[in-house]
C-alpha cells in the first residue's frame, strides 16, 4: 500500500501535468476507461485547481485581462500556473513573477509589449490594498526641522508605497482599460513613472511629473533630500524640489521625516517624526 | 428544553442561529442596515494582509454580530508537516478577533513548496488517522482553542481506505477533543458523487461533537460513464434535496448554528440574506417538532 505521502505526491504532480497519471490508489468508477491515465473524477480536481489559480490571476490583474481579452488571459494563465504554480495560501500573493512571465511569453511579449508593466503595476496595487495601516504625514512636519538641516533629512514611505517606472504609460493604460480614462486619452509615445499608495482605505494611482520617478526612487533608498533631489535633477533640467516635494506629501506617500544623523546636537530631540 | 439540548453539542458562544457568508460586497449594506443575521463566517485567508479594507470592515462588524472564522490553507490532511507561518497567521487572525467559531477542513492542498488552491481527498487509513490528529492536536495547542473539522466535498475514493468517513470523524473528535462541522452539501456532494445514501451517512454522523452545520448549492455535472456528479460549487441556492436532508440532520442534531456559504457569483445582499432566513425557517420548524416528540426527551435521559 502506497504510503500517504507518496499517494499525495503523485496526486500532487497530475494535478499540474495532465500527461501524468492519477494515483494508482484512486478507485475508479465501474465502466469507465481503465487505460485512461486518469478518470474523469480526477480532472475535476485538476479542474478547480486551475480554475481557482486563473480566477484568482484573474482577480488581481483586471487590466491586463481587459486589454488582451478573457480567452487570451485564461491561456496566458494557465501557462503561468504550469511554470509558477500558487507557493501560498494567500492567493493575493499568487502572481508576483506574473510581469516578468508576461515579459518572456512570446504570445504576450510580441503583440502586447507593454502587458508586463501593467501587470507589475496592478500587483503593486493589490499589495498597496493589503498593505499595513499607516497614518500619512503632513508636510508640516518639514516645519519643525532646522532650515539648515532639511537638505539632511531622509523619509520613510508608507507601507503601502510602490514606484513603478515604465518605458511605457502604464498608469494611462492601466485607467483606460479599468474604465478610468478612455482609450484614446493614452498617449503610447509617453512614458510614465506610476505611484501606488493607500493612504487610507482606497488605493490610489498617481502619474508622477518628469522626474518625479528618480526623486522617489532615492528617496525609498534611503538618501537624503539633497541626494534625491540631485537624481530628479539629472532626469529634469528645471527639476522643482518643493513642488516634487509637496505633490509627494499630498498624496499620502510620505509617512515619516527622519532627521540627519546627530552630528549637530541635539540631544533631546525625538529620533522619528510623524511614525 | 432548547437550552437543554444544546448543551448536549461542544461548547462556544455562537447562537443556535443562521448566519450567512461575510463578502466584501456586501460589507457596506450590512453596517448600514444592520441585518437581523445570526452571524457571519469569513474565509481566514482573505484577512491574513497586514491592514487596509478587510480589517477595516471585518473589526466594525464583528463589533456587533457572532463571528465564525473557517480556514481553507491549512492543509491539515496533508502528509508534510503543517506550515507554520501559516498557523501563526490564523492565530494572529483568531486573536485579533476572538472569533466564537474556528474551523477547517479534513483535506490537503500542499504538497512540498506548492499550494493547491483546493480541498483535495485524503484516503480514510490508520496512516492517515494519525496524521491528522497530530496535526489537530498541533494546531489546537497553537491557537489555544478548540477547533471544528469539516466533512469534505469528494469526487472520489482510495482503494486504500479502511475506515468509513463518519467513522473516521468521529475517531478524531474523540481523539483530539475537536468538534466537528457538518457540511450538509458536502454529504450530498460525496454521496451522489461515491454512490452511497447521504441518509445513510447522516444517520451515521457523531452528532454529539457537532459544533456548526454548512448549507451551499451544488451543480449537477456527469462523468464519463454517464453517471450524476454534483460539483461543490457554492455558486447558488441550496438544492431541494440538501433542505430536506438538512432537516433530516436536524431530528438527531437540534438547534447548532447553520450557515449559508455563498462563495461565486455572490448575489445581491437581499438573496443571501433570504437564504439565511430559509435556513433559520428550517430549524424553527424542526424547533418545534422536536418540541412535541417526547421520545427524544427519553433519548436524552
Known sequence: MPSLSQTQGSFARALLDPSDPAPQDVRRPAGADATAPQTRRFDIYRNNVAVAAIDALGETFPAVRALVGEEF???TARAYLT??????????????????????????ARSVPYLADVARFEFARLQAFHAPDAAPLSIAALGEIDPARVASVTFSVHPSVSLSRSGYPVVSLWAASTGLMTSDQVDMGRAEDGLVVRPHLQVDSHILPPGGGPFLAALIAGKNLAT???????????????THLAGLFETGAIAGVLPPPADSVQPNAAPRAGL | MHQAKTMDHIASGMPPRAGVSLKPQHYHEILEKGPDVG????????????????????????????????????????AQPLDEDHLARLKAVTDRYQPELVSEHLAWST???????????????????????????????????????ENPASYLAFESSTIGETEFLSR???TTGCGLLLDV???????????????????????DHVGEVHLAGHAPDRDETGAEVLIDAHDRQVADCVW??????????????????????????????????????????????????????????
Do not use: C
Not at chain 1, 85 to 106: C, E, H, I, K, M
Not at chain 1, 228 to 240: I, L, R
Not at chain 2, 59 to 69: A, F
Open chain 1, 73 to 75: 488571459f485564461r491561456a
Open chain 1, 83 to 108: 511554470q509558477s504554480p500558487p507557493r501560498s495560501p494567500l492567493l493575493f500573493r499568487y502572481g508576483a513573477t506574473f510581469g516578468d512571465f508576461l515579459q518572456t511569453f512570446p504570445p504576450a
Open chain 1, 228 to 242: 534625491a533631489a540631485e537624481a530628479g535633477g539629472a532626469a529634469v533640467p528645471d527639476f522643482d524640489l518643493s
Open chain 2, 39 to 78: 452571524w457571519f463566517e469569513v474565509h481566514a485567508e482573505n484577512y491574513m494582509g497586514a491592514g487596509g479594507a478587510p480589517h477595516h470592515y471585518l473589526s466594525q462588524i464583528r463589533e456587533i454580530y457572532p463571528l465564525s472564522v473557517h480556514g481553507v490553507g491549512l492543509s491539515i490532511g496533508a
Open chain 2, 111 to 149: 504538497h512540498q513548496d506548492t499550494y493547491f488552491p483546493d480541498l483535495l481527498p485524503v484516503p480514510y487509513s490508520e496512516e492517515t488517522f494519525q496524521r491528522v490528529a497530530d496535526h489537530i492536536d498541533q494546531v489546537q495547542e497553537f491557537l489555544g482553542r478548540r477547533i471544528l473539522l
Open chain 2, 172 to 174: 478524531l473528535a474523540k
Open chain 2, 185 to 207: 452539501n458536502n454529504v450530498m456532494v460525496s454521496a451522489t458523487n461515491l454512490g452511497y445514501a447521504p441518509e445513510a451517512y447522516i444517520d451515521a454522523f457523531p452528532v
Open chain 2, 244 to 301: 430536506a436532508l438538512y432537516r433530516r440532520a436536524l431530528g438527531r442534531l437540534g438547534p447548532v448554528p447553520n450557515l449559508i456559504e455563498w462563495d461565486v457569483d455572490v448575489p445581491a445582499w437581499a438573496t443571501l440574506f433570504a437564504e439565511g432566513q430559509a435556513a433559520q425557517r428550517v430549524m424553527d420548524e424542526a424547533a418545534r417538532t422536536t418540541d412535541a416528540e417526547p421520545v427524544l426527551e427519553a433519548r436524552r435521559a
